[in-house]
């Protein structure tokens, strides 16, 4: 049974860092990318930012580039998401979720298995 758990989320001043992190198990992780997506109040989930199985390949939303980094660690099972200069608009529920494939892709349906995501909140 495949589980990923989140960590990390809490409340942060605009301008401020955190780091997330989403323990896997139950899977080959060196196999499936990971993703992150988020869900803000009112709108629908999106997609954040993946990185392959290997960790040598990752995308990024285009509005986020530049602030968020998507990395993991194959010998803990972990992929991490650092995000840094943190907006008030970037408050939402952030998802880890396990990918069909090795290479990341954008859409929810590339995915299969998510965890219960952990909430985000930057204050202005």
């Known amino acids: 049974q495949v589980r990923l758990e989140e960590f990390g989320g809490g409340l942060v001043q605009a301008g401020g860092s955190l780091r997330l992190s989403c323990a896997a198990s139950?899977?080959?992780?060196?196999?499936?990318?990971m993703g992150w997506f988020r869900q803000a109040p009112g709108k629908e989930r999106e997609f954040v930012a993946g990185?392959?199985?290997?960790?040598?390949?990752?995308s990024y939303a285009d509005s986020l580039k530049g602030r968020f980094t998507i990395s993991r660690d194959n010998a803990k099972n972990t992929v991490y998401l650092q995000m840094d200069r943190l907006k008030p608009e970037d408050t939402a529920v952030y998802y880890c979720?396990?990918?069909?494939?090795?290479?990341?892709?954008?859409?929810?349906?590339?995915?299969?298995?998510w965890g219960q995501g952990t909430q985000v909140t930057v204050s202005s």
């Open positions: 990185v392959s199985g290997p960790g040598g390949s990752t």
């Open positions: 979720a396990a990918g069909r494939f090795l290479w990341p892709v954008t859409v929810e349906g590339g995915y299969t298995n």
């Open positions: 139950g899977l080959t992780f060196s196999s499936a990318a």
